[in-house]
């Protein structure tokens, strides 16, 4: 039921979870009960090598003020409220390595998992965030 609870708020998050179905939100929670959190947690201290070796397509879910302070370079910025509306621009093939952040790696957490939901297989996100990032002195850009 907790994890349940838990898909509810990332649905409520998105704007979502009003439009669903009683059954759907059931197909929800058994899917949730499924993800092992360790299949899509990436550390930063393995992130590096992780985007140089699989080429992921990198999503930074922050806002766009945390994105001028800095970003990883060829991210592609689209704020997690936007996520549901511009799906266009993710990849095509839902095998495609995807990397999510954001500041902390919580509120891509919740983006990494509704990407799951939707079917992408290869989503992969980023623990402690841009934050984390930083701090190991990986590459940065900045506007």
Not at 1 to 11: T, Y
Not at 45 to 55: D, M, P, S
Not at 96 to 117: E, K, Q
Request: charged share 25%; proline share 7%; hydrophobic share 40%.
């Amino acid at each position: 039921m907790r994890r349940l609870g838990l898909g509810l708020v990332v649905l409520m998050g998105l704007g979502l979870a009003q439009e669903m179905t009683p059954g759907s939100l059931i197909e929800l929670g058994s899917f949730i009960k499924k993800i092992n959190p360790a299949s899509y947690l990436l550390y930063a201290a393995e992130a590096r090598e992780y985007v140089e070796v699989f080429e992921p397509f990198i999503l930074d879910v922050r806002t766009n003020e945390e994105r001028a302070r800095g970003f990883i370079p060829d991210s592609v910025p689209i704020h997690i409220s936007q996520l549901p509306d511009r799906l266009g621009e993710l990849p095509k093939e839902k095998d495609r390595p995807i990397l999510v952040y954001c500041g902390t790696g919580h509120v891509s957490a919740v983006a990494a998992a509704y990407l799951r939901a939707l079917g992408y297989q290869e989503v992969k996100n980023l623990n402690g965030g841009f934050r984390s990032w930083a701090e190991l002195n990986l590459p940065i850009r900045r506007p």
